[in-house]
């Protein structure tokens, strides 16, 4: 018996003609998206961002001020803290969310010196146990505010 060697590309074609085929690739999905507060270009004057985004299970807050009713920044750091958590709070309640469901939250301060005053009043936004959380010292936020807040939630 004679035995010749398959060449090296004869026999790659003979393996790529009996390997099964692959699978289709799924459908690329993008999931759905639903806002809050929702803005467009078309929107004129208003600013230009929405107040929240819901991408899968996923909730994008805003950042959010804590001014008064009249648009001032309130006498005391505690006072402006609950009006920015109540802000977040309303966001992530209008997306079906509560303040438990975040999983991350950045305070932006315009002075450090306030972290004890607004950690005073943040304990009282949360049930069970704290979203990761980054405080950051910002220099001059709009406005003159004291806090800037936004966050990440996933329903529980």
């Known amino acids: 018996m004679n035995h010749r060697p398959i060449p090296l590309l004869l026999l790659l074609s003979l393996l790529a003609a009996c390997a099964p085929e692959p699978a289709p690739a799924p459908p690329e999905t993008t999931p759905e998206r639903s806002y809050v507060n929702p803005r467009t270009p078309d929107d004129g ?17 805003s950042g959010n001020l804590g001014l008064g009713p009249d648009q001032t920044v309130p006498d005391t750091p505690q006072e402006e803290a609950r009006n920015v958590l109540t802000n977040v709070q309303a966001t992530l309640e209008a997306a079906g969310l509560t303040m438990d469901d975040l999983v991350m939250v950045q305070v932006y301060s315009s002075d450090v010196a306030d972290y004890a005053a607004f950690n005073e009043v943040y304990r009282t936004f949360f049930t069970t146990e704290f979203p990761a959380r980054a405080y950051l010292g910002s220099g001059t936020l709009l406005y003159n505010a004291r806090f800037e807040v936004l966050g990440i ?3 529980r």
Do not use: E, H, I, N
Not at 51 to 56: A, R, Y
């Open 45 to 61: 004057d208003v600013l230009p961002f929405s107040g929240g985004v819901m991408v899968g299970d996923t909730f994008y807050v």
């Open 153 to 155: 939630a996933v329903k």
